[in-house]
């Protein structure tokens, strides 16, 4: 069931009288359920490609269509609406808010989309907590918590809304060797539960369970490799 279909994706940014074209005529179509790693070194389009599917950017030109939905066409509002139901975002540097305990900044979301009600907020974050084995740190600060513990918070922060689509940019990108085998792990189980998952690296290592990984330089899909090992050039 296709779910993700990007169409003559194109991102330009002005600087002056330059032109920076930062994705170049992208077409991709991804399934429900899959896992797909978008991967490339720095400054080959990647997180651009994040930030237009999640709706943070705008395209130059092209179409974004996700569940049915043509994301481009929508106002602020209702893209602010559709994203806060439909996706869950996992930054590298967590962006947790310091000033909330753990079981606040995972309630946030909730507070935003009104999509559940309000009484059910604490329950909801405290079942993904114990999910990602961290409801022992529900009341603590994020200053006290450690690079892996902060990122499996802000995992349970994406997953608040129940969203369809995960989208992680660079989640191991801070983290030494053993809390990157938690997050992979875990990714590979949120995977299994039936989540669709784009995560953006530059490293060699991620997740086994991957369908197919997406190469990028330049702003150019250069090919897709699946899990059969089979080579799609684009």
């Keep these: 069931m296709k779910y993700i279909e990007l169409k003559n994706l194109k991102k330009d940014y002005k600087t002056g009288n ?4 930062a994705l170049k005529d992208v077409n991709l ?38 569940n049915g939905t043509a994301i481009q066409k929508l106002n602020g509002e209702q893209l602010a609406k ?39 907020h604490k329950e909801r974050a405290m079942i993904l907590l114990n ?25 349970a922060r994406a997953l608040a809304n129940e969203p369809n689509l995960l989208i992680a940019d660079e989640p191991t990108g801070n983290l030494d060797s053993a809390n990157k085998a938690i997050i992979h792990e875990t990714f590979k189980q949120l995977n299994l539960d039936g989540k669709t ?23 150019i899909l250069t090919n897709i490799v699946k899990k059969e090992m089979e080579v799609q050039h684009v």
């Design 29 to 66: 179509t991804l399934n429900k359920g899959t896992f797909t790693i978008i991967k490339g070194a720095s400054g080959s389009g990647k997180s651009t490609l994040l930030n237009l599917v999640s709706g943070i950017d705008t395209p130059t030109s092209g179409e974004i269509i996700i």
């Design 18 to 21: 330059n032109v920076f074209s």
């Design 197 to 219: 998952i784009l995560y953006v690296t530059h490293e060699q290592e991620f997740p086994d369970t991957y369908t197919q990984v997406v190469n990028i330089a330049d702003g």
């Design 82 to 120: 559709w994203r806060g139901a439909e996706i869950g975002i996992v930054f590298q540097f967590f962006q947790l808010m310091p000033t909330l305990t753990v079981l606040e900044n995972v309630i946030l979301p909730m507070e935003f989309v009104k999509k559940m009600p309000r009484s059910q």
């Design 131 to 155: 999910k990602l084995n961290i409801a022992a740190l529900a009341n603590k600060y994020p200053h006290t918590l450690s690079g892996g513990e902060k990122q499996r918070v802000a995992i």
